[in-house]
T-cell receptor, first 115, second 111 residues
Framework: DAGITQSPRHKVTETGTPVTLRCHQT?????MYWYRQDPGHGLRLIHY???????DKGEVSDGYSVSRSKTEDFLLTLESATSSQTSVYFC??????????????FGSGTRLTVV | GQQLNQSPQSMFIQEGEDVSMNCTSS?????WLWYKQDPGEGPVLLIA?????ELTSNGRLTAQFGITRKDSFLNISASIPSDVGIYFC???????????FGAGTRLTVKP
C-alpha cells in the first residue's frame, strides 16, 4: 500500500458540531487533496495542498477548511456540520500535480454521517 | 468547469461477458486515467493515457485516449466476479492542473 491512512474510518455527528478528519501519509509527497464522493457526482475536490501551510480551494469548498502544518498530515475541518455534508471523504496524495505517471493515490475513505 | 460525462451509470453482466464504458467531455484533455473502486475502499489507478489515439492494456483491461482528446473508453474482456466495483474516468484538462472525475460506472458481474 502507498502509506496513506485516513481517520476515523466512520463517524456519526450531530448537526452544528465541528468535525475534523485526518489524512496521514508516509510517502513524503508534496500534494495532498480532499475529495468528497456522493452518488451521481463522482469525486469532487474540496481543498488541496501544495506544501506545508500552502492550501487552495477546490470546486466544493464552502463549509470546509483545511490545514497542513506538516508534510505528512492534512486535516479537513467542518466548522459546523450540516446534513448536506453527509458523504464519503477521500484523501489523495501525489508527488507531482497531477502525477502524469501514477495519478493520485487514494486513502480508504471516511464515511461521515451528519444527523 | 470541464465536466466529464461517464456512461453507462451501471451495468449488470454475466461472468465471461465483455464490458465497455466511456467518458466524454466538451473540452480537450491532456491526460485520461481510469480508476477502479472496490466497496469500502478508495479508487485505485488501472490505466493512464497521455497521447491522443493511445491504446493501452493492463491484463484484461484496455483503454484508449480518443483522437479528438475529448473522450476515452475502457474495455474489460471476459469479466470475472472480482471485476465488480465502480469504475471512474478522470482527466486533466488542457490548460488546467485540476483532475476531473466522471460520476462512475457501477459494474455488477453475475456468476
Amino acid at each position: 500500500d502507498a502509506g496513506i491512512t485516513q481517520s476515523p474510518r466512520h463517524k456519526v455527528t450531530e448537526t452544528g458540531t465541528p468535525v475534523t478528519l485526518r489524512c496521514h501519509q508516509t510517502e513524503n509527497h508534496r500534494y495532498m487533496y480532499w475529495y468528497r464522493q456522493d452518488p451521481g457526482h463522482g469525486l469532487r475536490l474540496i481543498h488541496y495542498s501544495y506544501g506545508v501551510k500552502d492550501t487552495d480551494k477546490g470546486e466544493v469548498s464552502d463549509g470546509y477548511s483545511v490545514s497542513r502544518s506538516k508534510t505528512e498530515d492534512f486535516l479537513l475541518t467542518l466548522e459546523s456540520a450540516t446534513s448536506s455534508q453527509t458523504s464519503v471523504y477521500f484523501c489523495a496524495i501525489s508527488e507531482v500535480q497531477p502525477s502524469p505517471v501514477y495519478g493520485y493515490t487514494f486513502g480508504s475513505g471516511t464515511r461521515l454521517t451528519v444527523v | 468547469g470541464q465536466q466529464l460525462n461517464q456512461s453507462p451509470q451501471s451495468m449488470f453482466i454475466q461472468e465471461g461477458e465483455d464490458v465497455s464504458m466511456n467518458c466524454t467531455s466538451s473540452s480537450i484533455f491532456n491526460t485520461w486515467l481510469w480508476y477502479k473502486q472496490d466497496p469500502g475502499e478508495g479508487p485505485v489507478l488501472l490505466i493512464a493515457l497521455y497521447k491522443a489515439g493511445e491504446l493501452t492494456s493492463n491484463g484484461r483491461l484496455t483503454a484508449q485516449f480518443g483522437i479528438t482528446r475529448k473522450d476515452s473508453f475502457l474495455n474489460i474482456s471476459a469479466s470475472i466476479p472480482s471485476d465488480v466495483g465502480i469504475y471512474f474516468c478522470a482527466g486533466q484538462p488542457l490548460y488546467n492542473n485540476d483532475m476531473r472525475f466522471g460520476a462512475g460506472t457501477r459494474l455488477t458481474v453475475k456468476p
